[in-house]
């Protein structure tokens, strides 16, 4: 897919701003953005799903990307990004007065919070995400089924953030399922350590039905 001022990239594309919230280029560099749940943004706000093409049409770092977005970031809704290289992965999120940080090697959650902020659907994944590494071999149906439970919060372990509570339950499962807001697209992403790997996207009707899937493969561009 081709987006102005980027290289070819494998990413979905919000056909309504035309930005994105997962994308992978050629040199298998990536980024991954998620809203943020709560507090209303500026007015006439730039999409936030730009902000991925950018870090993807230029050189900079993870690291030095973000640092370079701080001074812009209130411009924008609120978001948590993620960027990483073969080097590294960066994080920031600019509802959070923490700054840009690298991120040692380990197992984190997001959702549409600061990072690993432990919503009960974050800690179940990330535990799940956590078995799953530890095993010999990591498959992308594997990771695509820890974010199919559709399984909800019980009212005593829901956050509240201000959407009310019956918002709230339906938001506590991994798997959302609604006609106004819901799940309708999972993608996982494996990479080993050359960059070879592959992609696998689910699609999913308003009810929660699969529509259909599509997989690519990834040759190794790290030698």
Not at 98 to 119: E, V
Not at 123 to 151: F, K, W, Y
């Amino acid at each position: 897919m081709e987006w102005a001022g980027a290289p070819p990239l494998l990413a979905g594309r919000d056909l309504t701003a035309g930005g994105t919230w997962l994308a992978l280029d050629g040199r298998r560099r990536f980024g991954v953005i998620t809203n943020f749940r709560g507090g209303e943004g500026p007015a006439a706000a730039p999409s936030r799903g730009t902000l991925i093409p950018r870090f993807l049409a230029g050189e900079l770092s993870p690291a030095a990307f973000l640092g370079a977005l701080v001074p812009e970031a209130a411009r924008y809704a609120g978001f948590s990004l993620l960027l990483g290289d073969e080097h590294s992965l960066g994080y920031y999120c600019n509802r959070d007065s923490a700054p840009p940080r690298l991120l040692l090697p380990g197992i984190y959650g997001l959702s549409n919070a600061t990072l690993d902020t432990p919503w009960p659907k974050l800690v179940q994944s990330r535990a799940r995400l956590g078995a799953l590494v530890a095993a010999p071999a990591l498959a992308p149906e594997q990771l695509l089924g820890v974010i199919a439970d559709r399984t909800r919060a019980a009212d005593a372990e829901l956050p509240d953030t201000g959407v009310g509570l019956e918002l709230e339950r339906r938001l506590s499962s991994a798997f959302i399922v609604g006609a106004d807001y819901g799940t309708r697209s999972s993608t996982a992403l494996v990479l080993d350590a050359d960059g070879a790997g592959a992609v696998l996207e689910r699609s999913y009707a308003a009810d929660g039905s699969p529509t259909g899937s599509r997989r690519f493969a990834l040759e190794a561009p790290w030698r």
